[in-house]
């Protein structure tokens, strides 16, 4: 395993296909981003690679799985891979040995020499610049040649220091000498403080870089103001033990830059999961301005923060750690991003709006990979809220038949409802009204013969568990928003959308003056007030209210109502907003007035919940552009519900 040689893409593919049962090429073609037949090549050249020691196979109706028959030597392979210790493809070890030779030759190498001393060809010379000049780019980093005096790198110091570490670390100092007693001493310290071993390994990679260009006498001599207040004044101290620690060990001096340097892969760490080291922390304002930004653009209230504090803290935590690493350009690698977008859409949109925010503050972009990390936390504030959703206090089951059977129904209809909610047997004798109206849900065996205001579900003595759960969980869905539950799944946008809130918009008009038009129109029918062009306004002036898939989704506070409002416009010819094509326009007012806050966050997500599925169905997108009446549009909203899936 010593001369193990791996490229890159199947590392992906195999640090995605080891965590799960099972795996389609298709699922692992979108998340590579590349056609199913490459999928084929990578587990053909993966196959080779870990022969004897694990082996991808095709099972027939279930799809490809990772079956490891040498445990021991495959998970020392993720080690390593994680530690980026397995040599790299003979195109990036070509690019190190490029960088290598420009910041470390002893003069400037015209195109022929550094082909002869790389023992390259010319022309794949060439191909291999070209590649590296886009990935230099990416760090303000350039390849400047002059005709028949060679070339140059031009680059600052702190640039460099992370485009070697982000990309060619292995390439360039795969074997170099770094003191093991020195590295136990600094594991010793990052175990003090809880570090995880992805930071561990970060910690000792910039370590590394930073003795071989001190030795080469290349210090950091200036730091951007930008980062200086961005590093914590504890992770501030835990570099400064690690560089006690090299300066006891070695004969070198570290500059408070150097030590600056070394608490960078400590601000950028992962959230630590030890509540321990989280109180060495503190909040900054900075921090909680952006997360009111945050919810503000998402459409929170700012009393959701005290209503789930302890939740909020460990967002404003992710968020410390998260700025961090986007303001030092430290990547991070996200192997779950295709699981999150497809099982998490509502809350990887909330991630995106939050992105969106960032980059609107720092003029920073946020990638995928930091947006699905960020999901995870809204998909738990969604789970949260809707586990609280889905409780009964009190409900009935009316049994027409014996008392076993009374008692298998009840001991099933456990199983359903929360473990809290009190279940009554109730025999259809003597049964009144105003018994069955002091429970908040009443399930029957048989015809009631009087009419209640509670919801009422019939079910058979032996039912379907998974599919009477859905019904229950829909009923509390749906009287989150005071509505009557049907016996179709019928969806939120289809009872809120009404008649007057439906417009067939102006495609010869700009998106604005349509906009204009809908909130006149509704502040005339008084389901917005008066003040709310002017909020909508400001809200609009502090991020993009464009939704993805041609959806915009403006909203703001509305002080004349205590119920969420929605209204739908539609362009049959799509038109431009914030650079981006929109074909319908979900205006949203947010009730400012006396509102259950629990409702109302549940609220807004799933109406997000069911602005995402149209948003990701193309072909409904452009159905709802199209229509020319109301009649039209809400056919088509109807079953837009988490219930018909």
Do not use: W
């Amino acid at each position: 395993m010593s001369d193990f040689i791996i490229r890159e893409n199947s590392v992906r593919l195999l640090k995605i296909i080891s965590k799960r049962d099972y795996i389609s090429p298709l699922f692992l073609s979108e998340s590579l981003e590349v056609s199913v037949r490459t999928i084929h090549n990578y587990m053909k050249q993966v196959n080779q690679d870990l022969k004897g020691i694990a082996k991808i196979e095709n099972v027939k109706g279930k799809g490809y799985r990772l079956t490891i028959s040498e445990k021991q030597e495959f998970e020392r392979l993720l080690e390593n891979v994680e530690q980026n210790k397995v040599p790299m493809d003979s195109s990036k070890r070509r690019i190190a040995s490029i960088i290598n030779l420009l910041i470390n030759g002893e003069k400037d190498y015209t195109l022929d020499e550094m082909a002869f001393e790389l023992n390259l060809g010319r022309t794949t010379l060439v191909t291999e610049l070209k590649k590296a000049s886009l990935s230099l780019a990416t760090y303000n980093l350039k390849i400047v040649g002059k005709p028949n005096k060679g070339m140059q790198l031009h680059y600052q110091e702190m640039d460099l220091r992370f485009f070697i570490i982000e990309n060619i670390f292995n390439g360039l100092y795969g074997s170099y000498p770094l003191d093991h007693d020195v590295v136990e001493k600094i594991v010793h310290v990052t175990n003090q403080y809880d570090l995880e071993s992805n930071t561990k390994n970060k910690i000792l990679a910039f370590v590394v870089v930073m003795l071989d260009r001190l030795s080469k006498n290349h210090p950091l001599r200036d730091i951007k103001k930008n980062y200086l207040k961005r590093i914590h004044q504890h992770d501030l101290s835990i570099a400064q033990e690690i560089s006690s620690i090299i300066e006891s060990s070695l004969p070198i001096k570290i500059t408070k830059e150097e030590v600056f340097f070394i608490s960078i892969p400590i601000a950028g760490r992962r959230t630590p999961t030890n509540d321990r080291t989280m109180t060495e922390m503190q909040i900054t304002e900075e921090i909680n301005s952006l997360l009111n930004k945050i919810l503000e653009q998402i459409g929170f209230k700012q009393e959701v923060i005290k209503q789930n504090e302890t939740f909020f803290i460990d967002l404003q935590y992710h968020l410390t750690f998260m700025l961090n690493r986007l303001m030092f350009g430290l990547r991070i690698n996200n192997p779950m991003l295709k699981d999150v977008r497809d099982r998490f859409p509502v809350a990887f949109k909330m991630a995106k709006i939050a992105g969106q925010v960032i980059t609107q503050e720092y003029s920073i972009a946020v990638s995928d990979e930091e947006l699905a990390y960020l999901a995870f936390y809204f998909e738990v504030f969604i789970s949260q809220n809707d586990f609280k959703e889905k409780r009964f206090k009190k409900a009935a089951v009316v049994c027409g038949t014996g008392r076993g059977t009374a008692r298998i129904i009840k001991s099933q209809l456990e199983k359903v409802l929360h473990p809290d909610t009190q279940l009554d047997v109730l025999s259809e004798i003597g049964l009144t009204k105003e018994q069955l109206n002091s429970y908040d849900l009443i399930f029957t065996t048989v015809h009631l013969p009087m009419e209640v205001n509670k919801p009422i579900i019939e079910i058979n003595e032996i039912f379907d568990a998974h599919h009477l759960k859905k019904k229950v969980e829909e009923i509390a869905y749906m009287q989150s928003f005071k509505l009557e539950t049907t016996a179709e799944a019928n969806s939120l946008l289809y009872h809120l959308i009404t008649e007057d809130k439906f417009f067939v918009l102006d495609s010869s008009n700009s998106y604005e003056a349509n906009l204009e038009y809908m909130v006149e129109e509704l502040i005339k029918s008084r389901y917005l007030d008066k003040g709310f062009t002017k909020r909508l306004q400001a809200r609009s002036a502090k991020g993009s209210m464009v939704f993805d898939q041609f959806i915009a989704l403006p909203h703001t506070l509305n002080n004349d109502s205590g119920q969420l409002q929605i209204a739908l416009g539609v362009f049959q010819k799509q038109v431009k907003a914030d650079n981006k094509e929109v074909k319908l326009i979900f205006l949203l007012g947010l009730p400012n007035l006396e509102t259950e806050i629990e409702d109302y966050e549940q609220q807004l997500v799933h109406v997000y919940d069911e602005i995402v599925r149209i948003s990701n169905d193309r072909q409904l997108v452009e159905k709802l552009s199209q229509s020319t009446n109301y009649e039209q549009a809400n056919l088509l909203l109807k079953h837009v519900s988490r219930f018909n899936v």
